[in-house]
């Protein structure tokens, strides 16, 4: 289980990495409208967000006890 999310991890990047490289240096820092985020501050935040997520699923589980909807 482990190894298919690392490679669905892994495969994502790869393909956010083919995306961003097609723009160009100026493309990657327009603004399409006021107040929006340019290209590069969108893949900046979502490598930052998502840092971590290889350990955290990488992590020590254990099994629950409680019922699925204890805390809902």
């Not at 160009?24 to 290209?39: H, L």
């Not at 893949?43 to 990488?58: E, K, R, V």
Request: charged share 20%.
């Amino acid at each position: 289980m482990k190894s298919a999310i690392q490679n669905t991890i892994l495969e994502t990047y790869s393909k956010l990495h083919d995306l961003v490289s097609s723009f160009s240096k100026e493309e990657i820092n327009i603004v399409p409208f006021e107040g929006s985020w340019t290209a590069g501050q969108t893949t900046q935040h979502i490598i930052l967000a998502c840092s971590g997520l290889t350990m955290l699923f990488a992590g020590k589980t254990e099994k629950t006890t409680r019922e699925p909807d204890e805390n809902g």
